[in-house]
T-cell receptor
Framework: QKEVEQNSGPLSVPEGAIASLNCTYS??????FFWYRQYSGKSPELIMSIYSNGDKEDGRFTAQLNKASQYVSLLIRDSQPSDSATYLCAVLWGNFGNEKLTFGTGTRLTIIP | DADVTQTPRNRITKTGKRIMLECSQT?????MYWYRQDPGLGLRLIYY???????NKGEISDGYSVSRQAQAKFSLSLESAIPNQTALYFCATSDPSDGTSNYGYTFGSGTRLTVV
């Protein structure tokens, strides 16, 4: 069973600060990693994908990947109240043509005004 | 209209009843998935289909069945509903050849199912 681990939180961060969300995964062969944002009662929304070691930036979001440590993180700069949500880490695994996503349980983030 | 549409949005049913959740998509994706979400357990894969003739069990398929009626339609059935199937159910689609999302899933709005 492929596992994706996240701290469930809640993680509270003051408005304007940096929120740091972490994820570890068990399948060393995984190549693709995703972060989804889910507001309460709503469906998950893809916000970042990362495939190579290092950092990937998109606006206020930065995804970081370290395959050797099997670790993925998401940084949110200048946190806003609208960033309050649950963030799901997802890892793609499986043979070519049979890939599937496994999701972590999510980290609930609250931005304090 | 939404790219991935799920019906119904909410449903309350009694133990032992058969119920069908429907999913349709306009994205033209071959791959479709059914997940359930429970508090503290995250999203768990029930069934998935990579094309119309392909149906595969996920990690929690017991008590569920699916039908892929067309590329755009993927239905989930609970043959005899039980209370521990109370959950939020999501349909999703993906297309590995989609350069903008590259395996990122597009989710429907979800069906909140309560079995009493």
């Amino acid at each position: 069973q492929k596992e994706v681990e996240q701290n469930s939180g809640p993680l509270s961060v003051p408005e304007g600060a940096i929120a740091s969300l972490n994820c570890t995964y068990s399948d060393r062969g995984s190549q693709s990693f995703f972060w989804y944002r889910q507001y309460s009662g709503k469906s998950p929304e893809l916000i970042m994908s990362i495939y190579s070691n290092g950092d990937k930036e998109d606006g206020r979001f930065t995804a970081q990947l370290n395959k050797a440590s099997q670790y993925v993180s998401l940084l949110i700069r200048d946190s806003q109240p609208s960033d309050s949500a649950t963030y799901l880490c997802a890892v793609l695994w499986g043979n070519f043509g049979n890939e599937k996503l496994t999701f972590g349980t999510g980290t609930r983030l609250t931005i304090i005004p | 209209d939404a790219d991935v549409t799920q019906t119904p949005r909410n449903r309350i049913t009694k133990t032992g009843k058969r119920i069908m959740l429907e999913c349709s998509q306009t994205k033209g994706h071959d791959r479709m998935y059914w997940y359930r979400q429970d508090p503290g357990l995250g999203l768990r894969l029930i069934y998935y289909s990579f094309d119309v003739k392909d149906i595969n069990k996920g990690e929690i398929s017991d008590g569920y069945s699916v039908s892929r009626q067309a590329q755009a339609k993927f239905s989930l059935s609970l043959e005899s509903a039980i209370p521990n199937q109370t959950a939020l159910y999501f349909c999703a689609t993906s297309d590995p050849s989609d350069g903008t999302s590259n395996y990122g899933y597009t989710f429907g709005s979800g069906t909140r199912l309560t079995v009493v």
